[in-house]
């Protein structure tokens, strides 16, 4: 089967430091995404990771071990347009179909 | 550039009744499209995708149904909505053939059924 574990909620301070982990169980494996969904709107593309280690985009970096089935979002200077909730889905084979987590809500505090 | 658009935004159904909501994608050929549903508070299921006019997977048993007449254009239709089909349905796409898959939502339909 297909697992996708992500906790369910995080707080964090306006100018912290987050790290939202993700483990993953597939059948196969062919890269991890992370995606951003503010509340009630689309999910909108973060990062891929396909090898290990750690890929930076401004902000936002993502970690990915694979022998370990983990990855990780870190989300550095928080400010509070990022409270929105986080997903992690993973691509079981290559093939179209992703499977995602149910998504961590993060909620930024002043 | 790519654009996807959904519509309608929200709608107000009668259980019982018919459902039809469309997705359309511009900018691009051939691509990958994905209807997905997310109850409040939980992740996204994947209902139906497709790789080409009329080639439609279902990945779940329910009373929805999905149809791709044309290459851009993916329906999500149903003829008697439950309360159960009610949720956030979102539409997606992703380029056929890449290494990276990466699917890319559209504006999403609020369904609420009554």
């Known amino acids: 089967g297909q697992n996708i574990d992500q906790p369910t909620e995080m707080t964090a301070t306006e100018g912290a430091i987050v790290q939202i982990n993700c483990t993953y169980q597939?059948?196969?494996?062919?890269?991890l995404f992370w995606y951003q969904q503010h509340a009630g709107e689309a999910p909108t593309f973060l990062s891929y990771?396909?090898?290990?280690g750690l890929e930076e985009k401004g902000r936002f970096s993502s970690f990915l071990s694979r022998s370990k089935g983990y990855s990780y979002l870190l989300l550095k200077e928080l400010q509070m347009k990022d409270s929105a909730s986080y997903l992690c889905?993973?691509?079981?084979?290559?093939?179209?179909?992703?499977?995602f987590g149910a998504g961590t809500i993060l909620r930024v505090k002043s | 550039s790519q654009t996807i658009h959904q519509w309608p935004a929200t709608l107000v159904q009668p259980v019982g009744s018919p459902l039809s909501l469309e997705c359309t994608v511009e900018?691009?050929?051939?691509?990958?499209l994905y209807w997905y549903r997310q109850a409040a508070g939980r992740g996204l299921q994947l209902l139906f995708y497709?790789?080409?006019?009329?080639?439609i997977s279902s990945e779940v048993p329910q009373n929805l149904s999905a149809s791709r007449p044309q290459d851009r254009q993916f329906i999500l239709s149903s003829k008697k909505l439950l309360l159960s089909d009610s949720g956030f349905y979102l539409c997606?796409?992703?380029?056929?053939?890449?290494?990276?898959?990466?699917?890319?939502f559209g504006p999403g339909t609020r369904l609420l059924v009554l």
């Open positions: 997606a796409w992703s380029v056929q053939g890449a290494l990276q898959e990466t699917q890319y």
């Open positions: 597939t059948s196969g494996f062919n890269g």
């Open positions: 990771n396909v090898l290990d």
């Open positions: 889905a993973a691509s079981p084979e290559y093939g179209n179909k992703l499977v």
């Open positions: 900018g691009t050929s051939n691509p990958n």
């Open positions: 497709s790789v080409g006019i009329g080639q």
